[in-house]
C-alpha cells in the first residue's frame, strides 16, 4: 500500500504536471467561445502526434517521413468502425494495433535502407498509399471521403459528468500537493523573501484553481446544453492526451528508452555490446505508431476524412516542425512545438488573407530554430536554462550575482 | 475505355517522355551533384525549379517580352540565390547533414508559401508564337515543336555539363570532393568554395529548368511538389552521385512517366515511386550506381 506521506511526495514531484492537468481541465469553463475549445482539441490531437514522432526520431533516432500512414489508417480505421456502429473504445484499439502494425511494415520494408535513403523510402511508401487510395476509390466510383458518424459517448452529458469529477480531483490535489510545497518548505527553509514569494505564488495558482472549478461547475448546464459534442471530443483528447503523454514518460525513462538512446548516439557501439538494433527500432516504430494511431483516431471525429489530409505528406512535415520547434527528444518540448503551430495555423489560418502568411511565418520560425536554437525550445531550456534559473534563485536570496 | 496504340500515339508519348526526362534531369543532376558533393539531401530543389518558372513567366508578363532574356535573368537569380543560400543556411550548419537536410525541407515549406503568397493562382505563360504553340506532323501525329526544342536543349546541357566536370579543373575539384572530402582538402582544394560554388551551380540549373518548361508546364504550385518526388525517384535510380547515371535514369523515368500518363492516368506517379521502392529494395545503390 501507498502511505499518505508518499502520495504526497509523488504530488509533490509532478506537481506541474497536476497544475497543468487541471487547468486544461477548467479550459473550456475559462473559454469565451466554443471555438477556442474546438482550437485547443486540435492543439492537443496534433501534441499527440509531434509527441509519437519525438518517441520516433528524437528517443529512437529514425527520420521516417512516412509518419502519416499509421495517422491516416487510424483515421479512416476509427471513420468506418465507428460508421458501422462500433463502440468507441473498440474503433481505438483496433487503431493503436493497426498504426503499430502499419508502421511496422514500413520499417520491415525500408530496414535495408539506411539514413537519407529511409527518408526518401518512408515518403515514396507514404505517398504511394495515398495517391493509390484516392485512385482506387475513384476507380470504385465512391467518394474516398469519410464523415464520421460520431459514436453516443460524444454525445451523452454523462461523459462531461465524468470529466467534471476528474477536473475537480484534479484541481484538489493539485491544492493539496502546493500547499504541501509550501508547508514543507517552511520547516526547510530560513529564507524569508524567497518562502513568502513562493507561498504568494502557489496562492495564486491555487486561487486561479479554485476559481476555474467554480466556473466550470456555475457554466455546466450551459455547456451541456449546448455544445455537448464539442465539450466532449475535448474531454476526450485530454484524456487520452495525457495517458498517452504518461505512457511516452513511463517508456523513455524504462531500459528500453536507455537502449533508443544509445542506438541513436552511437549505433555501432550499440550493436558491439550485442543489442539488435533493427529490433529495437521497430519497437519504437510500433510504439510511437500506436500512439500516430491514438491521434489519427481522433482527428477522424474532428473533420472529414480524405487522402489528402490523412495521408499528407505535409502531415509528417507539422509533427517535424512541431518536434523541431520543441526539442528533439524532450517529450513535453514537441507537444508545446504542435500547439504552437497548430495555433497559429488555426488563429492565423481563420483569416483568409493571413492563412498562406501563417504557413510562411511557420517556415520562417523552423528554419530560424535550426541555425539558432539547435535544441529546440525545450532543449536550449534544459541545456542554457540552469544559468537563467540559478540568477533567479541568487536574486531571491539577495546575494549579489 | 479503350485505347489505340497506335505509332503515331505512341511517338508521341515517348517524344513527350524523352522531353519531361531531360526538364527531370535539368533538376536531378544538381540535386546528384550537391548530394554527392555535400551529402545535402535537398528537400528544395524542386521548388527552386518552380519558382525559376514563376519568375520567368513574370518577366515575360509584366516586364518584357523576350525570352531569351528572361532565361537569362532567371538562371543569373538562380544563381545568387544559391550562393545566398549556401553561404547564409547551410554554412553555419556544415558537418550536421541531418539538421542540414532538415533546413532544406523548411526552405521548401517556406518556398511553396511565398509563391502562392505572390502569386496566388499560378501562372501561364503569355507568349503563343509559333515556336512555343506550333506544331509538326510526324507519321500522322502533331507533335509540339517546343518539346522537341526542350530535348535539344537538355542534350546540350547534358553535354555541356559532362565536358565542365570531366575537362575543366574546376570540374575535376568537384569531383575530387565527392570521392573524398578530407583528402581534397589535403591537396589544398578550398572545399568551401566549392561547396559554395556547386550549389550555386544546382540551384542556377533548376531555375534554367524552370524557365526552359515554363511555357510547357506553365507555372504552378504543384510542379513543385510533384517534381520534389520524381527528382528524388530519378537521383535514387541514378544511383545518387554521377550526373551520368541521372541522366539516364531521368529520360527511362521521364519516358515511363509519359506512357504511363499516356495510357494508364490514373497510376503514374505510382508507377514512378513503385520502381524506386523496388530498385532501392533490391539495388540499393541504383541501377546506374556503382558499390563503393
Not at chain 1, 260 to 278: M, T
Request: hydrophobic share 60%.
Amino acid at each position: 500500500m501507498v502511505t499518505i506521506s508518499e502520495m504526497l511526495e509523488i504530488l509533490r514531484k509532478n506537481f506541474s504536471m497536476v497544475f497543468f492537468a487541471s487547468l486544461l481541465f477548467i479550459f473550456p469553463a475559462l473559454a469565451t467561445s466554443p471555438y477556442q475549445v474546438v482550437i485547443l482539441t486540435n492543439m492537443l490531437i496534433w501534441g499527440i502526434f509531434a509527441l509519437s514522432y519525438d518517441i520516433l526520431l528524437g528517443q529512437a533516432g529514425v527520420l521516417s517521413f512516412g509518419h502519416t500512414v499509421p495517422f491516416g489508417v487510424a483515421a479512416y480505421l476509427t471513420a468506418f468502425l465507428l460508421t458501422q456502429g462500433f463502440p468507441f473504445i473498440i474503433a481505438l484499439l483496433v487503431s493503436i494495433v493497426m498504426g503499430a502494425m502499419s508502421n511496422l511494415v514500413i520499417g520491415l520494408l525500408c530496414s535495408k535502407a539506411k539514413g537519407v535513403y529511409y527518408a526518401i523510402l518512408s515518403l515514396a511508401l507514404a505517398e504511394t498509399l495515398r495517391i493509390s487510395v484516392e485512385n482506387i476509390a475513384n476507380y470504385m466510383g465512391t467518394s474516398p471521403s469519410v464523415l464520421t458518424k460520431l459514436p453516443p459517448i460524444i454525445k451523452s452529458e454523462y461523459f462531461f459528468y465524468l470529466d467534471l469529477i476528474l477536473a475537480i480531483i484534479l484541481v484538489v490535489s493539485g491544492i493539496i500537493a502546493s500547499l504541501y510545497i509550501v508547508l514543507t518548505r517552511v520547516k526547510n527553509l530560513k529564507n524569508r523573501i524567497e518562502l513568502s514569494i513562493r507561498a504568494v505564488f502557489y496562492i495564486i495558482l491555487v486561487m486561479f484553481l479554485i476559481y476555474g472549478a467554480f466556473l466550470l461547475i456555475a457554466k455546466m448546464d450551459t455547456l451541456v446544453e449546448r455544445t455537448t459534442i464539442t465539450v466532449n471530443l475535448f474531454y476526450l483528447s485530454l484524456i487520452l492526451f495525457l495517458v498517452t503523454y504518461l505512457f511516452a514518460k513511463i517508456i523513455v525513462r524504462s531500459p528500453l528508452g536507455s537502449v533508443w538512446r544509445a542506438v541513436r548516439e552511437n549505433p555501432e557501439r550499440a550493436e558491439a555490446l550485442g543489442y539488435n538494433i533493427l529490433v529495437y527500432q521497430l519497437y519504437a516504430l510500433a510504439i510511437s505508431g500506436g500512439i500516430a494511431g491514438v491521434a489519427g483516431s481522433l482527428f477522424s471525429m474532428t473533420t472529414i476524412v480524405n487522402p489528402t489530409t490523412a495521408f499528407s505528406p505535409f502531415n509528417t512535415l507539422m509533427a517535424l516542425l512541431a518536434v523541431i520547434l520543441g526539442g528533439t527528444g524532450t517529450l513535453i518540448g514537441p507537444v508545446m512545438g504542435a500547439w504552437i503551430v497548430q495555433y497559429l495555423k488555426l488563429t492565423l489560418g481563420s483569416i483568409p488573407q493571413l492563412s498562406i502568411l501563417s504557413m510562411a511565418i511557420l517556415g520562417l520560425l523552423y528554419i530560424i530554430i535550426i541555425l539558432v536554437f539547435p535544441y529546440g525550445i525545450m532543449g536550449t531550456w534544459y541545456y542554457k536554462g540552469v544559468k537563467v534559473r540559478r540568477m533567479i534563485r541568487r536574486m531571491l536570496k539577495g546575494r549579489k550575482i | 475505355m479503350a485505347i489505340v496504340i497506335t505509332p503515331g500515339i505512341l511517338l508521341s508519348a515517348i517524344l513527350d517522355g524523352l522531353a519531361y526526362g531531360m526538364v527531370i534531369f535539368l533538376i536531378a543532376s544538381g540535386l546528384a551533384i550537391i548530394f554527392g558533393l555535400m551529402d545535402i539531401l535537398n528537400f528544395a530543389h524542386a521548388t527552386f525549379f518552380m519558382l525559376g518558372a514563376y519568375i520567368t513567366i513574370h518577366f515575360v508578363t509584366y516586364i518584357m517580352k523576350d525570352f531569351i532574356l528572361a532565361i537569362l535573368i532567371t538562371t543569373i537569380i538562380g544563381f545568387g540565390l544559391g550562393i545566398l543560400v549556401e553561404v547564409v543556411l547551410l554554412r553555419p550548419l556544415y558537418g550536421k547533414p541531418a539538421s542540414q537536410m532538415l533546413l532544406t525541407l523548411g526552405l521548401m515549406l517556406l518556398l511553396l508559401q511565398v509563391v502562392t503568397l505572390f502569386w496566388p493562382a499560378g501562372l501561364v505563360f503569355p507568349i503563343h508564337s509559333y515556336i512555343f504553340v506550333g506544331t509538326i506532323d510526324l507519321i500522322g501525329t502533331r507533335i509540339y515543336v517546343y518539346r522537341l526544342v526542350i530535348i535539344l536543349i537538355g542534350f546540350g546541357i547534358m553535354l555541356l555539363l559532362d565536358l565542365f566536370l570531366t575537362k575543366t579543373t574546376f570540374g575535376a575539384k568537384i569531383r575530387a570532393g565527392t570521392e573524398n572530402r578530407e583528402l581534397a582538402q589535403v591537396f589544398g582544394i578550398n572545399i568551401k568554395l566549392i561547396f559554395t560554388f556547386a550549389f550555386a551551380l544546382g540551384t542556377a540549373m533548376a531555375f534554367f529548368g524552370g524557365a526552359i518548361a515554363s511555357p510547357w508546364l506553365n507555372a504552378t504550385v504543384e510542379i513543385g511538389t510533384n517534381f520534389t518526388l520524381l527528382s528524388f525517384v530519378v537521383v535514387v535510380i541514378g544511383g545518387m552521385k554521377s550526373h551520368r547515371g541521372t541522366f539516364f535514369s531521368s529520360i527511362l523515368i521521364g519516358i515511363i512517366h509519359q506512357l504511363s500518363a499516356y495510357f494508364l492516368p490514373a497510376i503514374t506517379l505510382v508507377i514512378d515511386l513503385l520502381i524506386m521502392i523496388v530498385v532501392l529494395l533490391i539495388k540499393p545503390e541504383g541501377i546506374f550506381g556503382s558499390k563503393e
